[in-house]
């Protein structure tokens, strides 16, 4: 029988192992306390940046918004709108595998439905094919972990794109509530990520001058205003770093970013829009290679449009290049003013000083000064200046200047400079290299030779580079009493719709003249419109005055094709605007009246319609031909009778049967008569708008082609011929 152990004995055998425990215990705290001292000391380092990696993602970059560019009155013209790239990733750590595959029929469908670029088997493939994918993924990472391997695996399906185009943030939402998709992230894969993307609201309207910026919105600015004021527009990045918690990623913001400041601009988008579209039609029935056109508001310097349009193929031409200022060219006649106004200013002539033109050919040194005209050796004998600008005679110009400068060319020179036409200015619009600038060389001038014949060749526009820009800029100080000021684009700066910046009108040249010589200059530009080569510009209600240019295009040596052109204002008495025209290398007989004065005329005459609205019981200066009462299209006497009622207009009637009338306005009477047209025949749609007649030529089952803007002139198929179906009719437009 085995002996019991005493209580002493039971004791010792406690605390034994109350011992060991104890030991034990002190072991583990000592290891732990180790472990501890061992991380946090010696290793502290590397866990943090380990626990930095698989929590902590730092330095992301927060993206400011890019600021808006606005019209004058405030319709936007470029903004940055958000938009959504959709990824999937089919490693989120809460996404289950097999709800995912029993799920795919309905999110195919449903991306399918929303997004129909896509059939519901391609995104079906998409979903299977990455989700078998990353099954093979998750074994290997596994693997890789049993066997502790430190190789890295590639993981192709963490960030899959399922569609196709960005998303805005509607779409988005709709993503969000699809099947399966509408869970949280983690368990759905479902990934946005925010993008910036850059849109204009009116399309190409001033493209070239509004800019545009790169396809990574991050680079900024790449042209026009989006690149001249990319530091403005831009604003200032923030940092954020994205933080692991609870299984999800959550954004701390530790830098915030500074959104950019807004632009208004002094473009008015109905101006830019009629001004774009008068431009382009010429261009398109000229066939020419280029052109540009701008809108500057006389007493501010305001440019309310500019349009520069490159053919870009037959009969299609868009904003490509900054023609307003890269058009480095000879000006041609346009520039006479500057020289008669130097000539007037000198004391050099008088208006009705008269020279010899003869059969419009001047030689002077060996080579011939021509006009225009001087192959139809008509003896056109004695001119006076004014007349000689009226018809534009490069003859009587040169003339002019060689008896003033022919023994001093400088004095005539520096004349020029002095107006102000050569200054350098700063545009808002980045520009290369000589772009934007007035080249106008001196006869002492080594690295621009002077030659014998410069004098009078320049006096009428040649061997001088002028963009169109310096041009509006010289006329636009004639409208405007003699005070040259600069054309600009930009407005205001604003943040947060505050004004932080403002632009003011700056003024070139105070006076480029005195009252007497530019009240001359103005009284030849008025007869350059009412009985010179700028006729075809003249309009019915309100007086234009302006000069007419016509230049050769220096090419290789040579010259190759004409560039075109037309500069004034409006009204004559009291201008409210101001505007170029060129057109370059236009097809037909070249003419800055008939080929640019017409799409300086259609802008001038629809401005006038919309913004200037004299009233029609107004008073009428008759040596200017403004009407008292509008004149009516051809069309249907409903519409007619309904906007003439509104006007409080009278008309008298001459009804027979029909509804489809003819007008005749009058001085003082507006008369309404019908139009007799036989069933089956084609009808006289002359004096019509285009609506009307292409109305009435197709329900007849005739093909319409147009050409021009405006009311029809002109009609391919003679009125009461038989209307034949299939047939083809081409209506011109003026």
């Known amino acids: ?301 305001e440019v309310k449009a500019i349009s520069n349009l490159d053919r870009m193929a037959e009969g299609v031409y868009a904003e490509r290049n900054p023609n307003a200022f890269s058009y480095m060219a000879e000006p041609g006649s346009t520039f006479k003013i500057a020289s008669i106004m130097v000539a007037l200013e000198d004391g050099i002539v008088t208006p009705s000083d008269s020279f010899f033109v003869g059969s419009g050919v001047f030689r002077y040194k060996g080579k011939d000064v021509r006009d225009y005209d001087w192959r139809k050796g008509k003896d056109h004998g004695y001119q006076t200046v004014s007349q000689g600008i009226q018809h534009s005679s490069n003859v009587v110009v040169s003339k002019v200047i060689l008896k003033g400068y022919e023994n001093n060319p400088t004095r005539y020179v520096q004349h020029l400079h002095d107006l102000g036409i050569t200054r350098r200015i700063e545009w808002d619009v980045p520009l290369h290299g000589k772009e934007g600038r007035s080249i106008i060389r001196f006869p002492l001038d080594k690295s621009n030779p002077w030659s014998k014949t410069t004098l009078p060749w320049m006096s009428f526009g040649y061997e001088t580079q002028i963009p169109p820009m310096y041009i509006l800029m010289f006329y636009n100080g004639i409208a405007n009493g003699g005070k040259m000021i600069k054309p600009f684009f930009t407005k205001e700066f604003l943040k947060d719709g505050k004004v932080m910046k403002e632009f003011q009108t700056e003024v070139i040249n105070p006076s480029l003249c005195s009252e007497r010589t530019l009240s001359e200059i103005k009284t030849m530009l008025l007869k350059v419109v009412t009985d010179g080569t700028g006729k075809s510009v003249a309009s019915p209600y309100f007086s234009i005055a302006g000069k007419t240019g016509t230049a050769m295009i220096a090419s290789k040596g040579g010259y190759e094709g004409y560039y075109v052109s037309f500069c004034g204002y409006f009204p004559a008495e009291s201008p409210k605007y101001t505007i170029f025209v060129g057109i370059r290398k236009p097809h037909g007989s070249p003419s800055g009246g008939l080929m640019s004065g017409v799409v300086f005329k259609n802008i001038a005459e629809e401005l006038y319609a919309r913004n200037m609205r004299m009233p029609i019981d107004s008073g009428r200066n008759d040596s200017v031909g403004i009407k008292l009462l509008p004149f009516v299209k051809n069309g249907w006497f409903t519409d007619i009778r309904k906007v003439l009622s509104t006007l409080n207009i009278g008309f008298s009637q001459a009804m027979g049967g029909g509804s489809w009338v003819q007008s005749n306005t009058s001085e003082r009477n507006i008369e309404i008569r019908s139009m007799a047209t036989p069933k089956g025949t084609i009808p006289d749609v002359k004096g019509m708008g285009a609506r009307d007649a292409v109305y009435l030529l197709e329900n007849l089952g005739v093909k319409v082609k147009l050409n021009g803007r405006g009311k029809v002139t002109n009609q391919s198929l003679t009125p009461g011929s038989r209307a034949i179906r299939g047939s083809y009719v081409s209506l011109q437009l003026e």
């Open 1 to 301: 029988m085995a002996a019991v152990k005493s209580k002493s004995e039971k004791g010792r055998t406690a605390l034994g192992r109350y011992a060991l425990v104890t030991l034990a215990l002190s072991l583990a705290f000592i290891s732990i306390l180790y472990g501890i001292v061992k991380i946090m000391y010696f290793e502290g380092d590397l866990w943090r940046e380990i626990g930095k990696k698989e929590t902590v993602k730092t330095d992301r970059t927060i993206l400011p918004r890019r600021g808006n560019i606005y019209a004058s009155d405030g319709r936007v013209l470029a903004t940055s709108q958000p938009l959504y790239g959709v990824y999937m990733d089919f490693h989120a750590n809460g996404l289950v595998d097999t709800i995912l595959l029993d799920s795919i029929d309905l999110i195919s469908r449903s991306l399918a439905k929303q997004f129909p670029d896509r059939s519901v088997q391609a995104y079906k493939r998409i979903l299977e094919s990455n989700l078998k994918i990353s099954i093979e993924e998750k074994k290997e990472l596994e693997k890789a972990r049993k066997e502790k391997s430190k190789a890295k695996i590639k993981l192709k399906t963490r960030y899959v794109r399922i569609i196709r185009k960005d998303v805005n943030y509607l779409e988005l939402k709709a993503i969000q509530k699809m099947p399966f998709l509408r869970q949280r992230s983690t368990k759905s894969g479902l990934i946005a990520e925010e993008k910036a993307m850059r849109m204009k609201p009116f399309g190409a309207l001033a493209g070239r001058t509004v800019g545009s910026i790169y396809k990574d919105i991050e680079r900024g600015g790449s042209s026009g205003l989006e690149l001249k004021y990319d530091s403005i527009l831009s604003g200032v990045k923030g940092r954020k770093n994205r933080q692991r918690i609870g299984g999800q990623w959550i954004d701390v913001v530790e830098t915030p970013a500074q959104d950019g400041w807004d632009i208004k601009t002094t473009l008015d988008v109905d101006i830019q829009d009629i001004t774009e579209k008068s431009l382009y039609a010429r261009l398109k029935e000229l066939d020419a290679e280029s052109g540009c056109a701008i809108v500057m508001e006389t007493a501010t310097g």
